[in-house]
């Protein structure tokens, strides 16, 4: 099992970049892949970005390809989501997680599990 605590969050201004967090204990966080996910209230858990257990390989929701970049520092068992570009409408809360099913695509949030409490992120106009 995994425990993360995500961190980072803040308010920016439009344009901004900004860099997320995700820490976690337990010796087994490089056998998963991870993930970043946001949800805003009242809607669906949104995926943002995935990296496999090496770092090599990344996968990115189109609505922020090009904008957000996912690494990860195995040595640390650290996540991180450097954000470039912020609009308003990436102001929700960000949650990462591991990959604990093999179901579904990279993008499926019910193949994670071992959510963190999430972190806000508010862009201003």
């Known amino acids: 099992q995994v425990q993360l605590v995500e961190s980072g969050g803040g308010l920016v201004q439009a344009g901004d970049s900004f860099r997320l967090s995700c820490a976690a204990s337990g010796q087994t966080f490089t056998r998963y892949v991870m993930g970043w996910f946001r949800q805003a209230p009242g809607k669906e858990r949104e995926f943002v970005a995935a990296?496999?257990?090496?770092?090599?390989?990344?996968y990115y929701a189109d609505s922020v390809q090009g904008r957000f970049t996912i690494s990860r520092d195995n040595a640390k068992n650290m996540l991180y989501l450097q954000m470039s570009s912020l609009k308003p409408e990436d102001t929700v809360v960000y949650y990462c997680a591991p990959r604990v099913r093999y179901s579904g695509g990279y993008d499926y949030s019910d193949a994670y599990d071992y959510w963190g409490q999430g972190t806000q992120v508010t862009v201003s106009s």
């Open positions: 990296i496999n257990c090496g770092g090599s390989s990344t």
